[in-house]
């Protein structure tokens, strides 16, 4: 599987590489397929109907990424979601002055909600948002004029686009090639080689704590299966965890754009995958370590917070999971074995030359 | 004039052989298109609102109603039974998963609906499903004896010291839900359409009351209650 990633990055090289020598226009203007390889029991990808995954517009959404050109404020994309913090970022601070914890990005294309509300239903839709003063602040003029200086991306954009005459766009043409590029590229970003996953594929074993560890999440003494099921490790669905007892500001989550009494407190399960490398936790960053995380479901859970999902109020558990110190490092250890460095250093998701 | 005639008669003795010659239409295939509601004891269930009473007296509300049909049989006035179905997975919140249409192998006269909540042996193994995220989601984990939730049914009650969560949860081979619909109808040939509602406060009654407070808000693992769930399951469903 890692070597099918690595040769179909090479092949994504020796095909934009070859175009690069000549200069393509409207004419002669076509795309390559890009055949998405998803990892043994992953979910189908969604893809939408007017964003199929191409060469060429994964080459571009890659520059994009990482470059910014499209922000007033210095910022791009790996910005916030950094490669060292498994393409997330400790904090950042909104409009309102709340402090928020930038979720990672891995496994975006088998999600159906995005963002920590689970309000959206598309990469493009979220970055589609990026444009906003709260964002990037982008100057589209300014915008146009650097894109068109970049000899670069006159020739990435009548690649993937068929189209680089950026004065004759419209604001909204523009931005909306820029995050199909963007999200064509956050698809490629599959992870599927933790240790965990070659646990599963009966290729490693785990280590004793780590097997402890997962007798307690996939059990009812830990009971984390039920938000976090494999292979995504997340149910991308929204819930209330039980983190307030009366959720106040940001912290009443999707109540903020619904309005709905029945959505105060909740948001996005975020999936485990290199949680190792994505501290702080929960919306807010309120949890700098693993540790503290574990602490919480174990002793600090509101039960009475408005709309707390049911599996966290079982009977019994009123005072917490009970765990053990012992307990509680293994499960540490389990949750660290979700790391995939393989996905973390493949150059693919690296900055490009 | 006689020219016409003669073309006219030319026409109708051609396209006579042509029809000899073609090939007979397939058989369309009979169909029973299946319609799923969900009552609370005749209402019409509403999610998240504290609105029903439940079997034991609690106000309860309904978050989440998650489950697989399988093996759908029909009944015949011998008592001999019909497949019709492998397994269908049902959320009421999504109304895309209410309906699904069946091929009838037979038509008739019929006295009732046999069914299972929850999937088979065959099937109640982990990651024996497509790999698909409503599969995954209802994953049972294999430290918990595996295969899938045959039903996640979740929501809120109230009882004289304040609100509390509930979770129905059944899985795992002994506590498949066998379910008895009878009702007699007649299937013919072409389309056909049948309702079939839960009621889901029967989860809750007939034979025993399932009291939250006694038998437990969370039934994932606690066999008791998942066998009290598999009892009162029986006559979930009623035909429309």
Known sequence: MKARIYVTALVVLLVTACKKDKDISADDF?????????????PPMVIPADNPLTVEGIELGHHLFFDPIMSSNGLSCSSCHNVGKAYSTPYRINPMGDTVS?????????????????????????????????????????????????????????RAWG????????????????????????????????????????EINLSPTELNGMAIFYTEQGDCFHCHDAPLMTSTLVTNNGLDSMPVGYDRGLYNFTGRPQDDGKFLVPTLRNIELTAPYMHDG?????????????????????????????????????????EKQCLVDFLKAMTDTSFINNPSYQEPD | MKKLALLACIAVV??????????????????LNVQL?????????QFDTIMFQQAAGYPMSITRLQFYISNIQLIKEDSTLVDISDYQYVD????????????????????????????????????ALPALSEHQNMAWPEMMGGGYHFMKFEGQYVDSTGTFGYAMHVGTNPYLVDCVIPAHFNL????????????VNEWFKNPAIYDFNIDGNYSMGVMAAMMKLKQNGIDIFSKQ
Request: charged share 20%; with cysteine; proline share 4%.
């Open chain 1, 30 to 42: 076509s795309t390559t397929s890009y055949e998405m390889t998803i990892p043994a029991g992953f």
């Open chain 1, 102 to 158: 930038v979720m990672s990005l891995v496994n975006l294309g088998f999600q159906r909600n995005f963002s920590w509300t689970g309000r959206l239903h598309s990469t493009e839709e979220v970055c589609m948002g990026d444009f906003e003063p709260e964002f990037f602040n982008t100057n589209m003029d300014t915008l146009r004029n650097r894109l068109t200086r970049e000899a670069k991306y006159k020739n990435m954009f009548m």
């Open chain 1, 163 to 202: 189209d680089n005459n950026f004065s004759a766009m419209s604001d909204m043409d523009l931005k909306q090639k820029i995050v199909k590029s963007i999200g064509q590229y956050l698809r490629t970003m599959v992870s599927y080689n933790s240790r965990f996953d070659q646990f599963r594929r009966h």
């Open chain 1, 286 to 326: 309120r949890f700098k370590t693993l540790e503290e995380v574990i602490e919480f479901y174990n002793s600090g859970v509101h039960q009475t917070s408005p709309n707390i999902d049911p599996v966290m109020t079982k009977a019994g558990k009123e005072f917490g999971l009970m765990l053990t110190a012992y």
């Open chain 2, 14 to 31: 051609f396209n006579a052989c042509k029809k000899d010659n073609e090939e007979e239409p397939a058989p369309v295939a009979n169909t």
């Open chain 2, 37 to 45: 509601t969900f009552n609370h004891d005749g209402t019409p269930v």
């Open chain 2, 92 to 127: 009421a919140r999504e109304a895309t998963t209410h309906a699904f249409k069946l091929t009838l192998p037979v038509t008739g006269h019929f006295v009732g609906l046999k069914l299972q909540l929850g999937l088979d042996s065959a099937h109640n193994i982990s990651d």
């Open chain 2, 188 to 199: 013919t040939t072409g389309n056909n359409t049948i309702g079939l509602s839960m009621n």
